[in-house]
């Protein structure tokens, strides 16, 4: 008899609601949202993500389920409970419920079928890894064929071409990276830049990028952005990248012709300063945190054509590099 | 011809405005403060325009830029909608592009001195010569402002040059004929916005992506399946300040011939071929042309006029409109406004449009109701001992609500649980505010944002503003003849008897919102 059935939590759940229901007579009823399925995969040292998504319920209300890869547990456990809110001014709780199940790493295949029983039918399936050894384990592949998307951070990861080899190699599922998500504010700017005619002219001279970045190897939103640059400009751009005394990331970035010059560079706080031209600006330039950037990659749940081109352009880059 | 951005990712960028400069005639006014530099801040808080952008403020005050600037900071930090922090770095940067210049608007000196500082800030600050330009004065300013500019040449230059007009576009038909000429003698009929905030309000905007984005209720939304809408938009309030303007205006004018059709002509228009401004905008102005116009006698039965008088409202005396200040005490002005409209096309023949406008009404809120048909044979019986459905209960009921709280209910009738078959009225709702915890823009805020991108689909066009006027034109023509027995309503209740008179005539009720 398996320990966590899906029927069982499913039932569960259904209690939780009609619990909820009830309420305690100040509540005035609860609704409930949900608009996807949305999986985290995590370690049992790295579990502080229910302020990420408590923030994101709002937003993206999903039946959530937490997958704990914990070492020191002996077998499959799950419980279930509800993310609630009280928007401000209104008398009803939002509510949406997550399931969390803990599973020593071995037996993470016995838990697809579990995942498989609590979709929420005709609703999109994300998933969101925070265990990089995820994609080592045997068991990664069982859980491919549940999910529509997979997103991932390269952020700080020592190997950015094995890295990113690896994320190439996964199979019929959509990929996202959030080192990529990172840089939406970088290559935003970038765009904006050029909507001037002015600056647009400068393009067909522009021959050369550096991009500066802190931390002991070049990161991988480095890469993305150099193949993302290159590929926008026909890849006739020769780039570059320069270790600077700075926070690990893109520090910097300038694109250059003969006589002209856009750079954007991160001040201290969250601005940055924009040059292009004789054009000086400050920007707000917030650092996202993970709420903030898983809440961009959940409204895409199709094809991110430019990022599948600049993984494939990030992954020669790094292998030369 | 220039060359596409390489750059832009649709996916993930927001719409990006180009480079430009915005000029505000009115700068000084209560409109500019309450709305337009909010709306601006806010939009560069949301990183939403470009490096450069450039306000160029206009009224008759001389002040310098930095006064003006500082104004307009007061103004921001009082009247921000957002849930962000006011944010010093940023007001900095944004207000290096705040410039003023005094003049007034019968001066053509005025205008030469505008088109100066614009040729100016093209240079310092690379806007490309791109000028929106926005009248925020008194509506009897419109046709010399575009005059005076006309004569200085500022719809010329090296970018585009487009107008916002505001509310209201003349005060009846021939008036707003002969404003449309003026405008028109300048700009172009494609670089006139005309404004109507209630177009950009995010449920407005909803109503198509509900209709058109789905499959349900299309199939549903017209005379076969839909009993009658009704379209209510009822203020709790009294003038607040607003006595000389809307003694003048009235209810009929300030809301049904501009909002209250719009709504309406979204609600019910039919889907476009392509989902871009022109041809949202045709389909808008033929519903709008379609409405039937009422002769003398249609308008003794299909619209009502009320005006509230005194009352007390939980312990407080409220005065009644007549005893506002700056208002005159024989005052004829209708704070209330009801009528019935009915479309003459194949879609909607026979079925009544009902809508309803006033001020001192029980509560605020605006709402369109779509009534379906009952059920062709009732099941359950209705009357008498065993009713098995609750006398009066409301159901088949479609609502849109636009404020306070946006969002779409469903009601229909379900199984009371336990023995029996009894049934009762439940609510199926969505709400914007909780579905999606995001900040939806402010009206202002769309709206600003759509006329600098120089997409026009939620601004009104020259023929639906006249197409407008000439729907409400009998009802203004009868009224201003006639001469009523107010106040007909007290202060806190849902308006005049004889606007649930006009309901029962074609056997119907108002709903309360």
Redesign the interface.
């Known amino acids: 008899m398996p320990l966590v059935e899906p029927q069982k939590l499913l039932k569960e759940l259904s209690e939780l609601w009609v619990g909820l229901g009830k309420g305690d007579g100040a509540s005035q009823g609860v609704?409930r949202?949900c608009a996807m399925t949305f999986i985290v995969v995590t370690e049992a040292e790295n579990t502080d993500i229910g302020e990420t998504l408590a923030a994101l319920?709002?937003?993206h209300?999903s039946r959530a389920i937490v997958v704990i890869l914990d070492p020191k547990a002996e077998d499959v456990s799950a419980r279930v409970f509800a993310q609630c809110w009280m928007?401000f001014g209104?008398r009803?709780q939002?509510c949406c419920e997550e399931v969390e199940i803990t599973t020593p790493p071995g037996k993470l295949k016995d838990i697809a079928n579990v995942i498989l029983g609590l979709t929420v039918p005709d609703l999109p399936v994300v998933m969101w890894s925070r265990c990089p050894s995820l994609f080592d384990l045997p068991e990664f592949s069982r859980l491919l064929p549940l999910i529509d998307k997979l997103i991932v951070d390269s952020n700080g990861v020592e190997d950015p071409s094995g890295f990113l080899q690896r994320l190439v190699a996964i199979p019929e599922v959509l990929v996202a990276d959030l080192a990529w998500t990172r840089l939406?504010?970088w290559?935003?700017t970038?765009?904006?830049?050029?909507?001037?005619?002015?600056?647009?002219?400068q393009?067909p001279a522009i021959h050369e990028l550096v991009v500066d970045f802190g931390g002991d190897v070049p990161p991988t939103r480095g890469y993305y952005l150099a193949a993302w640059?290159s590929a926008?400009?026909?890849g006739k751009i020769q780039s570059s990248m320069h270790h600077v005394e700075a926070e690990a990331g893109i520090h910097a970035m300038a694109l250059k012709n003969g006589g002209f010059q856009m750079s954007l560079e991160l001040l201290d706080?969250s601005?940055a300063e924009?040059r292009?031209?004789?054009?000086v600006?400050?920007?707000?330039f917030q650092r996202p945190n993970d709420y903030m950037l898983l809440r961009?990659e959940l409204k895409?749940l199709g094809h991110?054509?430019?990022y599948e081109s600049a993984l494939a352009g990030a992954l020669d880059m790094s292998k030369t590099s | 011809m220039s060359q596409a951005n390489p750059f832009q990712d649709a996916l993930r960028f927001e719409r990006s405005v180009p480079p430009c400069a915005m000029v505000i005639f009115g700068a000084n006014g209560d409109l500019t403060r309450r709305k337009l530099l909010p709306a601006l801040y806010q939009l560069a808080h949301d990183r939403r325009l470009p490096a450069g952008f450039t306000v160029l403020g206009n009224s008759r005050t001389a002040m310098p830029d930095d006064a003006f600037r500082d104004k307009m900071k007061e103004a921001v930090q009082k009247n921000t909608e957002g849930d962000s922090p006011f944010d010093e770095e940023l007001w900095k940067d944004f207000a290096s592009g705040l410039f003023y210049v005094a003049g007034d608007i019968s001066d053509a000196a005025t205008y030469n001195t505008i088109r100066e500082r614009l040729e100016e800030v093209e240079r310092t600050r690379h806007n490309g010569g791109n000028v929106l330009y926005y009248l925020s004065t008194q509506p009897s300013q419109y046709g010399p402002v575009v005059q005076g500019m006309g004569k200085a040449g500022l719809q010329n230059g090296n970018g585009w040059r487009r107008l916002v007009v505001e509310k209201p576009f003349g005060h009846d038909l021939e008036s707003a004929r002969v404003l449309n000429q003026t405008i028109q003698t300048v700009f172009p009929e494609n670089d006139i916005y005309r404004i109507d905030h209630y177009l950009g309000k995010e449920t407005v905007q909803n109503v198509q992506a509900f209709r058109f984005g789905n499959g349900i209720f299309e199939p549903l939304w017209n005379r076969r399946y839909v009993n009658n809408v009704q379209i209510t938009a009822a203020e709790s309030i009294g003038l607040e300040g607003r006595g000389g303007y809307y003694q003048e205006a009235g209810a009929l004018r300030d809301m049904i011939q501009n909002h209250l059709l719009q709504v309406m002509s979204t609600v019910a228009m039919e889907p476009p071929a392509l989902f871009e401004p022109n041809a949202v905008r045709d389909e808008r102005a033929k519903l709008l042309r379609s409405v039937r116009i009422m002769t003398p006698d249609d308008v003794l039965q299909n619209a009502v006029a009320g005006q509230y008088g005194p009352a007390n409202i939980g312990g407080t005396d409220v005065p009644g409109f007549r005893q506002e200040e700056g208002v005159d005490p024989n005052s004829q002005t209708d704070t209330y406004a009801a009528a019935t409209f009915f479309v003459d096309n194949w879609r909607w023949a026979g079925v009544p449009f009902y809508i309803r406008t006033g001020k001192r009404l029980p509560k605020r809120v605006t709402d369109i109701a779509i009534r379906f048909n009952d059920a062709p044979l009732s099941l359950f019986r209705r009357d008498g001992e065993g009713a098995q459905v609750p006398p009066g209960a409301q159901a088949n009921l479609l609502i849109l609500r636009i404020q306070p709280e946006e969002g779409i209910s469903l009601r229909f009738l379900s199984k009371h649980p336990g023995e029996g078959m009894h049934l009762r009225p439940v609510s199926m709702d969505f709400n914007y505010g909780t579905s999606f915890g995001a900040r939806s823009p402010s009206a202002y805020e769309t709206l600003i944002l759509d006329a600098l991108i120089g997409d026009a689909t939620l601004y009104t066009r020259q023929d639906m503003v006249e197409a407008s006027w000439k729907a409400v034109a009998p009802i203004q023509e009868l009224w201003s003849n006639s001469k009523f027995e107010f106040p007909n309503y007290a202060a806190g209740t849902w308006g005049p008897k004889a606007s649930d008179e006009m309901l029962a005539r074609h056997g119907h009720e108002w709903r309360v919102p």
């Open positions: 609704l949202a319920m709002p937003e209300p928007p209104r009803q939002i939406t504010r290559r935003e970038v765009a904006n830049v050029f909507e001037n005619p002015e600056f647009r002219g393009l640059i926008c400009l026909g706080g601005q924009l292009a031209g004789t054009l600006a400050r920007l707000v961009e895409i991110d054509r430019a």
